[in-house]
């Protein structure tokens, strides 16, 4: 059994579609998603021995994946990956800007190179993606981006500089919607709540504890699956998403909505996660506990 999408087979036939931050959590299992649907999928990341495996993993199941190492923090390797993309697949037809990341810290204790890292992690990369993709294929022959941020809405306490990145990615987001929509190019975000991936294990004993309370301080109790954030992404990027540019979805299980004057958030078990990852583990912080400090 393959991934499990909702959306037709084929729907990206002939298109070929960037996913950095492809070796791991929400990256991979777009990349696997796209693939099943038909698209030649490029993966980006750091680590060559993650992005190794997931090539292993689509092309298992039939789909068409090539590799590239690419910190997306340096330009020159952006630019090159981009030139590496369109060298060996001929085109870009979508780029999906997942890679980032981040720690916790109380803000009067982030450095300011701390705080720059993060920058240019959750913004400035993504930034230099959308430009170079832009400028070396879209601008010509059309396509669509979508951009991954966070539920960073009114604030993000003890992860201030992502929350800032974020929010910057966002507003990059609506204008470039606005600057590239007469070359045909659609430029979207999905807003990311807490998403049980691999990238909770990675997070500090502190940081995982707080992880732990967190479906209790939503209106759906639950954590995300990466798939329900794939699905968002894949429909930004289908035809049925053609009038649709300069906007975001919230996959968030209502998080933003819960403010202080409603606090009495009934414990329940009435939404039932879609999973149509094949290949999805639950994060070991939620079969083993956290990490010990």
Known sequence: MGYQSVFRDGLFDGQVAIVTGGGSGIGRCTAHELASLGATVAIVGRDPEKLASVKA??????????THVCDIREESMVVQTVEDVLTKHGRI??????????????LEDISTN????????????????????????MKEHRGSIVNIIADMWHGWPAYAH???????MWNLTESAASEWASAGVRINAVAVGGVASSGFDT???????????????IPLQRYGTVSEISGAIVYLLSPVAAYITGTCIRVDGGGPNARFCYTDLKPH?????????????PPKLLTEGPKKA
């Open 57 to 66: 993993e689509i092309e298992s199941g039939g789909g068409v994946v090539s």
């Open 93 to 106: 037809d979508a780029l999906i800007n997942n890679a980032g990341g981040q720690y916790r810290q109380a």
């Open 114 to 137: 701390g705080f720059e890292a993060v920058v240019r992690n959750n913004l400035t990369g993504g930034f230099i993606f959308m430009r170079e993709v832009y400028n070396r294929w």
């Open 162 to 168: 992502s929350g800032a990145a974020r929010a910057g």
């Open 203 to 217: 997070y500090t004993p502190e940081a995982q504890k707080e992880i732990l309370k967190f479906p209790t301080k």
């Open 269 to 281: 078990q009435n939404s039932d996660p879609f999973n149509g990852f094949h290949l999805d583990e």
